[in-house]
């Protein structure tokens, strides 16, 4: 089956499309657990029968290796389907209140929190896991029982047409829709009324959703990116860390939000942990990068020439890698040994293979830079000692964080996964998956017998009644 060309949606198309998936969550069907259960079976079995169309798309537009397309994309799904089946007739059950949330005082009443789904969602995916990042949350809003329609990254063509077209073949296309499309198909969507918008991508485009969503208090997720730091201290295994750091800048050539743009390192040990990170490159590019057929490549000209200006700006020295071929939107695994947090290896998120090495004389300097250029990362990565690596997560905060490797904690699919502050808001994966799509309806019914009970509320009041 070959990859269909990349088609925009038509714009006069999308007001009905949005209204259609509307239309299809009032008729109540989404929300029974047959739906739900139908729809996830469907969509695992989808991805199993489109493998071969998936690994081609993301190769066509990404150059991704079938190792980390099954790893991280295909599979990731399949799981997340998997984990909802497992766990969604638990996770719809109504929690009964009891003590101590009832106090005696009510407790001829009956409390419970009822599992709505929130309705119709609109879905903004990114690129750089393009399968993964656009389906992992309609998994969540199918499974809290929503309407959706997705909306994958234009960047990479390949990967939304096949998603368009297995999601047409294959699922409920009457409740979930797919729009195709850039920024005019975006603000189209944007211009309708949803209840929940998901969005994962830049925090500049977040912020024109977040935007556009306030003029109807529409509640949204934001997943976005930032500037991560890793911290080295000389308690570390230094050859782990250089080869644990590369590993996480080589994963889809460094496009992931999560990957380091900076390390903190205590200026006494930079020659011997540059040593271990040019070994560590030497070992996993035996014939250099460039040949290697595991390596991505930036996902287009755009990109390729943004990460470009970030090395011919800087005035850091570069220690590992350097070599570009913009025919190919190759980057190859770059590191530059910086002095300034104004470099602009530092001010900018590198979303590309290269990253920074800025030596500071303690871990209260490293502290301090870290925060200074950003506050709120979506990760951050420690390598010292047990007491250091709790003071680094004490002193400050991000979306999440891993000890003593790159970006693991985010290697789980069960776990909730989000941002803090500017670079994200909400969580998803899991069971965070199908909270973000519910709304928690606190529902209480007061028996018809209980008016002698309840009659201290009624005007007039006497205040002497009143046992606080
Ligand atoms: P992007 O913000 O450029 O695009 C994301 C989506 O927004 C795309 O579907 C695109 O079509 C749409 N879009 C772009 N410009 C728009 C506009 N002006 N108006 C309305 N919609 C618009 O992001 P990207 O380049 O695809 O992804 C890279 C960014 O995403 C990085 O900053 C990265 O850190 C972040 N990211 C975050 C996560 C996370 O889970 N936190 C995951 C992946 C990527």
Known sequence: MTIPEFQNTALEAIPGIASNVRGAFRTHKTK?????????????????????????????DLHKSDFEALFTEIDWIKKDCLFMLDHLENFMKDDKLGSPYV???HSFMKFRVQKDPVGTVLIIGPYNFPI??????????????CTAVIKPSELTPACAMVMKELIESRLDTSAIAVVNGGIPETTALLNEKWDKIFFTGSAAVGTIVAKKAAETLTPVVLELGGKNPAFITKNANLALAAKRLLWGKTMNAGQI???????????????????????????????????????????????????????????????????????????????VLVDSVDDSMMQEESFGPVFSIYPVNSLDEALNVANLVHRTPLSLFTFGSKAENKRILNEMTSGGATINDAFFHASL??????????????????????????HFRTVSETPSWAEKLIAIRYMPFDLSKLKL
């Open 103 to 105: 106090p005696a005082t």
């Open 413 to 438: 699919n069960t776990v909730p996964f989000g941002g803090v502050g500017d670079s994200g808001w909400g969580a998803y994966r899991g069971k965070a998956s199908f909270d973000a799509f519910t």
């Open 132 to 145: 993964q990042l656009t389906l992992a949350p309609l998994v969540g809003a199918i499974s809290a029982g």
């Open 32 to 60: 029974t657990l047959q739906w739900r259960q139908t729809q996830l079976r469907k969509l695992y079995w989808a991805m199993e029968d489109y493998q071969p169309q998936i690994l081609d798309a993301l190769k066509k």
């Open 257 to 335: 939000c999560l990957s380091h743009n900076y390390i903190l390192i205590d200026k006494d040990i930079v020659p011997t942990f540059i040593t271990h990170l040019n070994q560590a490159y030497k070992d996993m590019f035996p014939n250099g990068a460039k040949a290697s057929p595991d390596l991505g490549r930036i996902v287009n000209q755009r990109h390729f020439q943004r990460i470009k200006k970030m090395l011919d700006n800087t005035n850091g020295k570069i220690v590992m890698g350097g070599a570009m071929d913009e025919s190919e939107n190759y980057i190859e695994p770059t590191a």
